[in-house]
């Protein structure tokens, strides 16, 4: 059996927005890595003062992981509820960079609560399930 480019390149049944989407995930998570270390190098440069900088720098990794983790997850199949949940963590992880470069007051304050809402949740349905099959 003959194996073209393409059938290697992709696994079968692979829509091209599904390439895509794991294409955009790729370059946004190369960002994100690239953000901590701009980041690392902008801390370690004003001996870890806090600069008005920083909240900017540490919000692009937190919104670009958030971008490369819901692309990933369009990318893959998955089921319903695993997905659901991995589209919550990726906006959590959004609003909290978006909120590093917001003014403190009630927007902030209810996207924080969200950010806090969603983690929770999140690894609480973790530990849930982690605790259901110890059980079984």
Same mark, same amino acid.
């Given at each position: 059996?003959? $194996?073209?480019?393409? !059938?290697?390149?992709?696994?079968? #049944?692979?829509? *091209?927005?599904?390439?895509?989407?794991? *294409?955009?995930? &790729?370059? =946004?998570? !190369?960002?994100? %890595?690239? #953000?901590?270390?701009?980041?690392? &190098?902008?801390?370690?440069?004003?001996?870890?003062?806090? !600069?008005? =900088?920083?909240?900017?720098?540490?919000? $692009?990794?937190?919104? $670009?992981?958030?971008?490369?983790?819901?692309?990933?997850?369009?990318?893959?199949?998955?089921?319903?509820?695993?997905?659901?949940?991995?589209?919550?963590?990726?906006? =959590?992880?959004?609003?909290?960079?978006?909120?590093?470069?917001?003014?403190?007051?009630?927007?902030?304050?209810?996207?924080?609560?969200? %950010?806090? =809402?969603?983690?929770?949740?999140?690894?609480?349905?973790?530990?849930?399930?982690? $605790?259901? #099959?110890?059980?079984?």
């Amino acid at each position: 059996m003959r $194996l073209s480019r393409s !059938t290697v390149s992709e696994p079968r #049944g692979r829509s *091209a927005g599904r390439t895509a989407c794991a *294409a955009v995930s &790729a370059v =946004a998570l !190369t960002a994100a %890595v690239l #953000g901590i270390a701009v980041l690392v &190098a902008w801390d370690i440069w004003h001996r870890l003062i806090f !600069t008005a =900088a920083h909240p900017h720098l540490a919000a $692009l990794p937190l919104c $670009l992981i958030g971008v490369s983790y819901l692309f990933f997850q369009l990318s893959i199949q998955g089921n319903r509820r695993g997905i659901m949940k991995a589209i919550l963590l990726g906006i =959590a992880f959004v609003l909290w960079g978006a909120e590093q470069l917001m003014k403190r007051g009630r927007v902030v304050t209810v996207m924080d609560e969200a %950010v806090v =809402a969603i983690f929770v949740i999140d690894v609480g349905v973790i530990i849930w399930d982690g $605790l259901k #099959g110890s059980q079984e």
